[in-house]
């Protein structure tokens, strides 16, 4: 009797530090769009373009190329700061900018809604903000990174990563989906800056 309670105190212990473990590597997102004019369809390309996130402790880089455009957008939670980097067909201009702290949102999860996205089991939630559309996602409880919640803030008080998430904006939808999760050791280079010399952004003025 006293073996089965030390064994499933052990199990219940190695249960909860792999959850609360940090995933390191990547998520590879596929990209597409919902309820588009005919117009707007002539105007993407025909194979739905992709997404890169990179992980790994503070740090997340999104890499995503598109119609010739390549961006970069490399966020650092300890030091709260977001840096993206643009190349439209040789042109390389860069903005950095604070990372938003947004406290009024809501999260409402949806019972029984579940699906499997890349191997992983994901429940469905609702995020309400704000003077924004409603985000739908869904997320795993098995991958956890505090990096890329935080430097996505609308996905801040979520209990897990979101595998997939629908976006809602002018009649339009556009829904990330990821193809393929990899847990794995990156090196830090990963989240230096691209090569070349990146201008900086003109401020925006203010009004």
Do not use: W
Request: charged fraction near 25%; proline fraction near 4%; hydrophobic fraction near 35%.
């Amino acid at each position: 009797m006293k073996s089965l309670i030390l064994l499933t105190f052990i199990v219940s212990c190695l249960f909860t530090q792999a959850r609360s473990q940090d995933f390191e590597g990547t998520i590879l997102y596929e990209v597409s769009y919902l309820n588009l004019t005919e117009d707007m369809k002539k105007m993407l390309p025909e194979k739905n373009p992709e997404s890169l996130f990179s992980i790994k402790g503070n740090k997340t880089k999104m890499e995503m190329d598109m119609m010739g455009t390549k961006m970069i957008i490399i966020s650092d939670i300890e030091t709260n700061t977001s840096t993206s980097y643009t190349n439209i067909m040789g042109q390389k201009i860069k903005s950095s900018a604070t990372m938003e702290e947004v406290d009024e949102i809501e999260v409402q999860l949806v019972d029984g809604e579940t699906k499997r996205i890349a191997g992983y089991l994901c429940k469905k939630a609702i995020i309400k903000q704000p003077s924004s559309p409603d985000v739908e996602v869904y997320y795993s409880e098995e991958l956890q990174s505090n990096a890329f919640l935080s430097s996505n803030s609308q996905f801040k008080k979520l209990k897990g990563i979101p595998l997939e998430y629908q976006l809602h904006q002018q009649g339009m939808t556009m829904v990330s989906s990821a193809k393929e999760v990899s847990k794995k050791t990156l090196d830090n280079s990963v989240f230096d800056p691209p090569a070349g010399e990146y201008k900086e952004a003109p401020a925006m003025p203010k009004y």
